[in-house]
């Protein structure tokens, strides 16, 4: 049996799953975990992985998210992020900082990378790392 690695359509499915089951913790490790996937698969894998627009979430700031991780995982790997990635309403009008913690927002302004920033998403330093 041929291990399939998940898709962000896949990913954004279980994402608007957790997040009507309100489980915004769940719904962020999910997103982030493809990072990790992604860096894992081949080079024909990414493709595949991302090219196909996910459905919304249901969530604006989870819908951006979705948009801005894998903006950044194609970023690492130096491919062309799918169009999908581009569009309005997977960018923010009002800033998220993601941790929730005001004494945080220093350091998620300063070290967040550009596919999140530019959509007004602000991560830690380490959000984005996996052991």
Not at 8 to 20: D, G, Q
Not at 102 to 118: K, T
Request: proline residues 6%.
């Amino acid at each position: 049996m041929t291990y399939r690695r998940p898709s962000i359509v896949a990913v954004a499915r279980e994402v608007a799953a957790s997040l009507e089951r309100q489980d915004e913790v769940e719904a962020r490790r999910l997103v982030f975990h493809f990072v990790e996937s992604f860096d894992r698969a081949t080079p024909e894998e990414r493709h595949d992985m991302v090219a196909e627009e996910p459905p919304t979430t249901g969530v604006a700031r989870f819908d951006a998210l979705v948009a801005a991780t894998v903006e950044f995982a194609c970023a690492r790997h130096s491919n062309l992020p799918p169009k999908w990635v581009d569009s309005a309403e997977r960018f923010l009008s009002r800033w998220w900082f993601v941790s929730g913690m005001p004494s945080l927002h220093a350091n998620a302004i300063a070290h967040s990378p550009i596919s999140f920033a530019r959509r007004g998403i602000f991560l830690t330093e380490d959000a984005l790392t996996y052991a």
